[in-house]
């Protein structure tokens, strides 16, 4: 009797695409609509402030105390987001900032609101939505496979920049057809729906270990990121961004647009960076470089075409022009960065990363939003602008001379 030959190696069975996992598509769809609400969002605050009287110090401080909150609480989320339940976490930051939202919006409607309430309101929506965006991105590696994060952390990407897109066209047709308010409601619904989607997520969770105190946690994050240069290092180049760029979204883009162009424009200037987002986007699902991290860096320098198209021409097309740029390159480094955070960091310390990301990004932007208007008023606005394209490609610059940065490559 002859032995029977060996059999065949079994193939491997490709990995199911991401959106395949249930949980991971209501996170993609509850992120992409929370987006939604985002991209209209700073269009109606922008203009309902000017239609109130406001200038652009009073803008830049509306905007600047809603930052503010962001970040001071950004660091509560991520050690809330370690410790309980990530999916109650971002279900009930949603469905609280649906209701501030709301508010807002109907007090633009029955002409009982000030830039004194829309300040009040901005800031609590700021507090409660950074609890919930830690958990957001800390809880993606829970929906898939390992095999797939890649993936999913691109995808959801993608919802999330397309929506954004898709909110910021609408949003100067909403401000300008229905006004603020309305546009304002429109944005609770879509925290309303991103909630009740979070809220049928499934994932085990990790309860923190008896003993760890709240300062405790936040230090055992902070250590965390110190570990890794080119973590605290871009975060840095991060916060020096918001620093300069923030007041230039903010405060002076409504501004030199909506009067050089029109209000529209600036909707559609949104829109296209938007665009850039998401061509970014579709590039990564194709092209995954091996120094993902060093590659995204350089891109950054993309970012200075957006001011300095804002200062140089009054033509629109210019303007679109700066601001797919702008999104192309910072879509490119920010899925590379996304990914080198989900690979390299511990699970149990994710969302605290996360938020020493997002504190660290953003402790100085209301300190910018606050002294873009003094600042551009004092030195032009056209000269401040190029001073902020100036100052992106410097930043760039010199966080490549860091060799973690350089030789960080993909698993």
């Known amino acids: 009797m002859t032995d029977a030959p060996p059999a065949e190696p079994a193939a491997a069975a490709a990995p199911r695409h991401a959106l395949r996992h249930r949980d991971f598509r209501l996170l993609f769809a509850g992120g992409s609509i929370n987006s939604l609400g985002n991209g209209i969002a700073p269009v109606a605050l922008a ?45 009930g930051s949603m469905l609280a900032a649906a209701v501030l939202q709301a508010a807002a919006g109907v007090s633009l409607l029955l002409d009982r609101s000030s830039i004194a309430v829309l300040a009040l309101l901005g800031a ?8 919930g965006n830690p958990s957001m991105s800390a809880i993606l590696g829970q929906t898939v496979p390992a095999e797939t994060l890649g993936q999913a952390v691109v995808w959801r990407r993608l919802g ?31 925290f309303l729906a991103a909630g009740l989607l979070f809220a049928g997520i499934r994932v085990a969770h990790e309860p923190a270990p008896p003993g760890a105190s709240l300062l405790g946690d936040v230090a055992d994050g902070f250590r965390e990121v110190m570990r890794h240069t080119w973590l605290w290092l871009l975060i ?39 665009a850039g987002f998401v061509v970014g986007g579709l590039v990564c699902t194709r092209w995954k470089p091996r120094h993902a991290l060093s590659v995204g860096v350089w891109f950054l320098g993309l970012t200075a075409a957006f001011p300095l198209a804002i200062a140089l021409s009054d033509h629109l097309a210019v303007i679109l022009l700066g601001a797919f740029l702008h999104g192309f390159g910072l879509e490119i480094f920010s899925v590379g960065w996304d990914l080198s955070i989900q690979e390299n960091i511990a699970p149990d310390k994710l969302a605290r990363v996360y938020s020493f990301d997002a504190v660290g990004s953003f402790v100085a932007r209301p300190i910018g939003l606050a002294l873009t208007g003094p600042i551009a008023a004092a030195v032009g606005y056209d000269t401040w602008l190029i001073t902020v394209a100036v100052v992106l490609v410097a930043s760039v610059v010199a966080a490549t001379f860091s060799r973690d940065v350089r030789v960080l490559t993909r698993h």
């Open 47 to 91: 203009f309902a402030v000017l239609d109130l009287g406001g200038d652009a110090a009073e803008l830049g401080l509306v905007v600047g105390l809603y930052a503010l909150t962001d970040v001071l609480v950004t660091l509560f989320g991520g050690v809330a987001g370690d410790r309980f339940s990530r999916r109650l976490v971002m279900t």
């Open 124 to 131: 609590a929506l700021g507090a409660i939505t950074s609890l």
């Open 160 to 190: 999330s920049t397309s929506a954004a897109m898709i909110g910021s066209g609408i949003a100067g047709l909403l401000v300008a057809t229905a006004g603020s308010g309305w546009a304002l409601l429109a944005d609770a619904a879509t």
């Open 236 to 274: 840095a180049q991060a916060l020096l961004y918001h620093l300069v760029y923030g007041g230039v979204q903010g405060v002076l883009g409504p501004i030199v647009v909506g009067d050089d162009v029109s209000r529209a424009a600036w909707g559609y200037a949104l829109s296209t960076l938007m």
